[in-house]
């Protein structure tokens, strides 16, 4: 175990206490928090804050963005419900921490980020680390990643002001799409949006949370694969 690591998963323990009321549950599914023992969050975090590395909060990554705080990883991976079958697409890959602990937890990771720079940072570092079963591309992830479609689960670590269409459309019948929904400085709760069989939609707001906005990028200018 990572030195620090111990102490997380205790925090992460802690805040899951404290919070059980509100996102019904009081444990989160045993590989989910051996992935958070895992994965060594010191390398996805830049050099001046590696004192706050496995420290329970979320920490600035650079370019205006932010690393999600380790309780909320856990928390959005948990309401996933995907397995070692499954292949989730995430948007926002930022530092590439969150898609390193989803590639623990399922089989694929697809991962799609705006700011080419971290891009290429985060695919770079997702290599070097040897994570094998992460995909990522520089592109606009609110038209999500259609050659890969359906996806077992969608999880978006930025906020959007409603639900991007494509991502419902991208979705498999009976699985979930995990996302902030709310303005950049207003109230933001976490969504857990399921497609039943038939097609229809649930929507479960489970938290309040402070996630950085969704952004678009002009259609005649989408990226390309790391
Ligand atoms: N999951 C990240 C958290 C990153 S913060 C991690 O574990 O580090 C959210 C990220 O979403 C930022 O890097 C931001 O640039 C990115 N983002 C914002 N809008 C986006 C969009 N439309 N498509 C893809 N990425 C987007």
Redesign the pocket.
């Known amino acids: 175990m990572q030195s620090g690591t111990h102490k997380l998963l205790e925090d992460i323990r802690a805040e899951l206490r404290y919070t059980r009321s509100m996102i019904g549950r009081d444990t989160f599914d045993e590989r989910v928090m051996m992935a958070m023992e895992e994965v060594p969050r010191h390398h996805?975090v830049p050099d001046h804050e590696q004192g706050y590395a496995y420290a329970n909060g979320p920490l600035p990554?650079g370019?205006g963005?932010?690393?999600?705080q380790p309780f909320i990883?856990a928390l959005m991976t948990d309401l996933l419900a995907c397995g070692p079958d499954d292949c989730v697409l995430?948007?926002?890959?930022?530092?590439?921490?969150?898609?390193a602990i989803l590639s623990r937890v399922v089989g694929q990771v697809r991962s799609?980020?705006?700011?080419p720079e971290?891009a290429r940072q985060s695919a770079a570092r997702l290599a070097r680390l040897g994570y094998t079963n992460i995909e990522t591309r520089h592109?606009?992830?609110?038209t999500g990643w259609p050659e890969s479609v359906p996806y077992d689960g969608i999880l978006v670590?930025?906020a959007a002001p409603a639900v991007p269409p494509p991502l419902i459309e991208q979705l498999k019948e009976g699985h979930r799409l995990v996302i902030p929904v709310g303005p950049q400085y207003g109230h933001q709760e976490l969504v857990v949006i399921e497609k039943r069989q038939d097609g229809s939609l649930s929507k479960t707001a489970v938290l309040g949370v402070v996630?950085?906005?969704?952004?678009?990028?002009p259609s005649d200018s989408q990226g390309e694969r790391t």
């Open positions: 996805f990554i370019h963005q932010t690393i999600s990883v995430e948007v926002g890959t930022g530092s590439g921490y969150q898609a799609v980020e705006i700011i971290l592109s606009d992830g609110y670590t930025a996630f950085v906005p969704l952004t678009r990028m």
